[in-house]
């Protein structure tokens, strides 16, 4: 089965910068979707990044400019690079990758973003 472990969040001051990790067990990330979703307290889940397995990306329009997913050659990680961060993004963040009908999340890794 797919395991994926995020890591690199935590604390940073607003404008501040982060870059978030997704290690996979295995080079899934060349082949299938992948994105990155948060969810605040009292909030649903939300997309945040997509990266096909085509190549093409998908924002969120709260991030655009500001964040960008990217994956390594050879494909066994995905990461989020988080520019210019802002209060409203603090959440708890998730990697995701479909596999044909089955989804898999990692376990999400805590943002904040506060002065």
């Known amino acids: 089965q797919v395991q994926l472990v995020e890591s690199g969040g935590g604390l940073v001051q607003p404008g501040g910068s982060l870059r978030l990790s997704c290690a996979a067990s295995?080079?899934?990330?060349?082949?299938?979707?992948m994105g990155w979703y948060r969810q605040a307290p009292g909030k649903q889940r939300e997309l945040v990044a997509a990266l096909s397995r085509g190549g093409s990306t998908t924002y969120a329009d709260s991030v655009k400019g500001r964040f960008t997913i990217s994956r390594d050659t050879a494909g066994n990680t995905m990461y989020l690079q988080m520019n210019s961060l802002k209060p409203e993004d603090t959440a708890f963040y998730y990697c995701?990758?479909?596999?044909?009908?089955?989804?898999?999340w990692g376990q999400g890794i805590q943002v904040t973003v506060s002065s």
């Open positions: 295995g080079s899934i990330f060349s082949t299938y979707d």
């Open positions: 995701n990758v479909q596999v044909y009908f089955r989804t898999y």
